[in-house]
């Protein structure tokens, strides 16, 4: 089976700006997950999806966004970037999302806004 | 507001020795609980899980114990290899469908 994809893996954009991250599951798997990761903050939750539907949110201003498409995969959206926005974007997929299930990562997204 | 916590940022062993990496957690309804390895410009790799009905979980070199009295759990590697070098999270999940995870330690493994 093939992993968890993200495209683009490398982004610079400048402040002001939006961008659209992509991820494509692992085949069969419905849940995805979205993680904001920077250096000492470890994984931040973003949101989980899950049949097209936004499931839990984390705590992130409404700048941050994100939807599903019926073939499980997603995509996410910042908004008028910031220059703490710079992180590495992760997200995970899992078959139904549920307790006692495994997330399986993506390479992530590294984008840096100028 | 942290949930889980790696208060060891890094960490470094002799090749063959042990490691053993620290994650606490504050929230009891935790009942699942995972450590990623991660390698720089990769995503995290799921290494091994625990759910709270047991306190040990072992595969191959890697160990994981969990103590739910003292909301402590650790991962052990026996022996420690060079190629274990990376950064370790360990993530916990509760009745709802979101991980949350810890800042990650970077064990160094010395040859």
């Known amino acids: 089976k093939a992993g968890v994809t993200q495209t683009p893996r490398y982004l610079i954009k400048t402040r002001g700006q939006q961008v659209t991250l992509s991820c494509s599951p692992i085949s069969g798997h419905r849940s995805v997950s979205w993680y904001q990761q920077t250096p000492g903050q470890g994984l931040q939750f973003l949101f989980e999806y899950f049949s097209e539907t936004q499931r839990n949110k984390g705590n992130f201003p409404g700048r941050f966004s994100g939807r599903q498409f019926s073939n499980s995969r997603s995509e996410m959206n910042v908004s008028t970037l910031e220059l703490g926005d710079s992180a590495l974007y992760l997200c995970?997929?899992?078959?139904?999302?549920?307790?006692?299930?495994?997330?399986?990562f993506g390479p992530g997204t590294r984008l840096l806004v100028l | 507001d942290q949930q889980v916590k790696q208060n060891s940022p890094s960490l470094s062993v002799q090749e063959g020795r042990i490691s053993i990496l620290n994650c606490d957690y504050t929230?009891?309804?935790?009942?699942?609980f995972l450590w990623y390895k991660k390698y720089p410009a990769e995503g995290p790799t799921f290494l091994i899980s625990?759910?709270?009905?047991?306190d040990k979980n072992e595969d191959g070199r890697f160990t994981v114990f969990l103590n739910k009295s003292a909301k402590h759990l650790s991962l052990h590697i026996v022996p420690s290899q060079p190629g274990d070098s990376a950064v370790y999270f360990c993530?916990?999940?509760?009745?709802?469908?979101?991980?949350?995870f810890g800042t990650g330690t970077s064990l160094t493994v010395i040859p």
């Open positions: 929230n009891s309804m935790f009942d699942y």
């Open positions: 993530a916990a999940s509760g009745t709802g469908n979101q991980f949350y």
């Open positions: 995970a997929s899992s078959a139904t999302g549920r307790s006692f299930e495994t997330q399986y």
């Open positions: 625990i759910s709270s009905i047991k």
